[in-house]
């Protein structure tokens, strides 16, 4: 069902008109002026292809089974896959938009930073050590453990392909805007070569190459990162204070040359030291927040990196590594914005006539590396910002193409009897498919505001893949219907909640100000509470004879989620 | 699986114990989570000029090691856990396992 609803909103929001910046929820890269073409960032980007064309190769000689396509065969460390999980969490809208949130909000930033961060315990304390003991290649298999195969796992790739597809979509933009931006290349041309890069990796690599990608690109920009806040740290002499001190005079001195009174300009140089017009009111707040945290263990891309570890021992440590890696990193691209606005800010080298970021305001950390490393440094920001919108596109399609293949068609249509060959070529054929829809969409949307796409995918992350997951595992009574049910109205309601939000309706769709019927920033709240209703309510009234199967299944599933026991070793050979 | 290898563990005392502890410690925890994130966001939503307070004569305000305090937190909870349950809860899974799988 829901490709074609999909389908629909999509064409709704295709032909609809250019728009103005939205809200920060979702890291939106913007619109970009191509720049002239960078030679040494793409002689460094040239480097990691040719690097990560080797690691394919050597991962497609590895590649031969389902298992090895799906979960790198099980094969992956709690460090390597932590990294990867980081990987697919700091993607370039994280790092660029992040940053500039910090230039220009100070403090915001940091607010904005924390609620990617907190959904990581949660996940580790109820999800992460289940979903190992009880899946083998998809969240489906979780989702679907002890119910009906057929609705369970329809709902699941519904759930998992809506959440890629708008997950896609804004890393495609934003890479062709990104690369317009740092390589002087044409935006199509930019789109063409992450859709291509990005299915040679899945097609002949699979998860091992998908995961290796990841993990590389994962160490080059903590690197990165690190060098350019230790180079900031290092010009205030480890003082954060007065770091603190420069960035307040420096945005005190852009305001009083607006024309602000010295009283005002000081006022509002000090703003950015605390919480300013980030979160407007606290229903707006908690909404965004659930979104976030609760997303975060709703991502398909995300969760089937949990299957790529051989035991809930390593899964543990992953996420664990995963969270160390991505709060280390959100403190780094604190340290970069406050940077930014010391280095950047004050250079008139970096700024156009009105005083703002050339190439736009996405690209603070970019002429930060340009300020602390010169032009070969800047080249390789450029070049590893490349490389993880890539990196994180492959783990999109990877885990989209999974769902066709192993949920769809494995299951679904040949209910559990196609061979693993036959599953493996379809999962490569919805690679391609998936590739060429990456690249039109992209194409198609390059004018669009896609601010909200990332936010409307965490939130149906949220309300969709989370609640069916987590009743699933914890709660006996909870039945296929009420699953399915539950799962589709927590879908629906987000978003349709979205497209009537102020982010969508008024700045994307055009519409008056004020007359979106949905006030606030995020449906997360709402939809949430629906999608977990609807589950509770449609369990409970279930009174089917499938539903007495399903209640009966509960204490077999707990068991095996608890201790592991009978669960497929290493992604079973 | 099969039914009578559930069965047995579902007898085995160290079973029963492991659920709940586990449960219980990561329930607490959620908890424990929730009440740092929401504390901060509301803290965020309804009192700006506190976070926004200077601690002493320079810029830094309260704000920042507040939120510096949320991420730390979030690091070192998740290792809390995972420390625990790799230590004390996978060596009574393995206890079990080794019980009922002779």
């Not at chain 1, 089937?304 to 160390?324: C, D, H, I, Q």
């Amino acid at each position: 069902m829901s490709a074609r609803m999909l389908a629909r909103i999509l064409g709704a929001l295709g032909f609809l008109g250019a728009a103005t910046a939205a809200i920060a929820a979702g890291a939106d890269l913007g619109q970009a002026e191509k720049q002239p073409t960078n030679w040494t960032a793409i002689g460094m980007f040239a480097l990691f292809v040719v690097g990560t064309l080797f690691i394919t190769k050597w991962a497609a000689a590895k590649t031969k089974s389902a298992a090895d396509f799906y979960t790198a065969g099980g094969g992956i460390t709690g460090f390597q896959n932590g990294l990867a999980i980081a990987g697919d969490y700091m993607s370039a809208a994280s790092f660029l938009g992040i940053s500039a949130a910090v230039m220009v909000g100070g403090f915001d930033g940091l607010i904005y930073s924390i609620g990617f961060l907190v959904g990581w315990p949660v996940v580790t304390f109820l999800l992460a050590e289940r979903l190992r003991n009880l899946g083998k290649f998809t969240f489906a298999d979780v989702a679907a453990f002890r119910f009906s195969q057929t609705p369970v796992r329809v709902f699941a790739a519904s759930g998992t392909l809506v959440v890629v597809a708008f997950y896609l979509i804004a890393q495609m933009v934003g890479a062709g805007q990104l690369i317009k931006l740092l390589f002087g290349l044409e935006y199509w041309i930019a789109v063409v070569i992450v859709g291509a890069l990005m299915m040679v990796y899945v097609l002949f690599g699979g998860m091992t190459a998908t995961t290796w990608v990841q993990i590389i690109k994962a160490c080059l920009l903590l690197a990165g990162a690190s060098f350019m806040a230790f180079m900031v740290l290092w010009h205030f002499g480890f003082s954060p204070e007065a770091m603190f001190a420069k960035a307040v005079e420096v945005k005190s001195g852009i305001a009083a040359a607006a024309g602000k009174s010295p009283a005002d300009a000081a006022a509002q140089g000090f703003s950015i030291m605390g919480p300013g017009g980030f979160i407007k009111d606290p229903i707006s707040a908690i909404s965004f927040g659930m979104a976030l945290m609760f997303g975060t263990a709703g991502l398909p891309h995300i969760l089937m990196r949990f299957f790529t570890v051989p035991n809930a021992k390593e899964a543990r440590k992953s996420v664990l590594w995963a969270t160390t890696w991505i709060g280390y990193f959100y403190i780094l691209t604190f340290i970069i914005g406050f940077g930014a606005i010391t280095f950047v800010l004050t250079n008139p080298q970096f700024l156009d006539a009105k005083g703002g970021l050339l190439g736009g305001g996405n690209m603070a950390a970019i002429h930060l590396a340009n300020a602390v490393g010169g032009n070969v440094f800047l080249g390789f920001i450029s070049a590893v910002a490349f490389a993880t919108i890539l990196a994180v596109v492959a783990g999109l399609t990877l885990s989209g193409a999974s769902a066709v293949s192993h949920d769809l068609y494995s299951t679904v249509i040949m209910k559990g009897k196609a061979d693993g060959a036959a599953e493996l070529k379809v999962s490569r054929i919805t690679t391609i498919c998936l590739g060429i829809v990456a690249v039109v969409l992209g194409i198609a949307f390059e004018k669009q505001n896609i601010a909200f796409m990332v936010s409307l995918a965490f939130a149906i992350a949220a309300s969709a893949n989370f609640p069916v997951l987590l009743m699933s595992v914890l709660w006996k009574d909870c039945t296929t219907r009420g699953a399915v049910i539950g799962g589709f109205l927590g879908l629906a309601s987000s978003v349709l909640l979205t497209l009537v939000s102020p982010a969508v309706w008024e700045v994307t769709l055009g519409n008056a100000k004020g007359s979106a019927l949905f006030p606030y920033a995020s449906p997360a709240l709402f939809s949430m509470t629906i999608g977990f209703v609807g589950i509770w309510l449609f369990s409970m009234l279930d009174k089917s004879s499938r539903s007495v199967q399903d209640r009966a299944g509960f204490v077999a599933q707990q068991v095996r989620s608890e201790t592991g026991i009978g669960a497929s070793g290493a992604s079973g050979h | 699986m099969e039914l009578d290898l559930t069965t047995r563990i579902l007898k085995d005392p160290r079973y029963q114990q492991l659920k709940a502890r586990r449960s219980r410690f990561g329930w607490w925890l959620t908890l424990a989570m929730m009440l740092v994130y929401y504390g901060f966001v509301l803290l965020v939503a309804f009192d700006k000029p506190f976070l926004a307070t200077r601690l002493g004569a320079g810029v830094t305000t309260i704000g920042m090691p507040i939120g510096l305090a949320v991420i730390a937190f979030t690091v070192l909870i998740t290792g809390f856990y995972v420390r625990r349950a790799n230590t004390e809860y996978d060596a009574l899974t393995e206890q079990i396992a080794s019980a009922v799988l002779k």
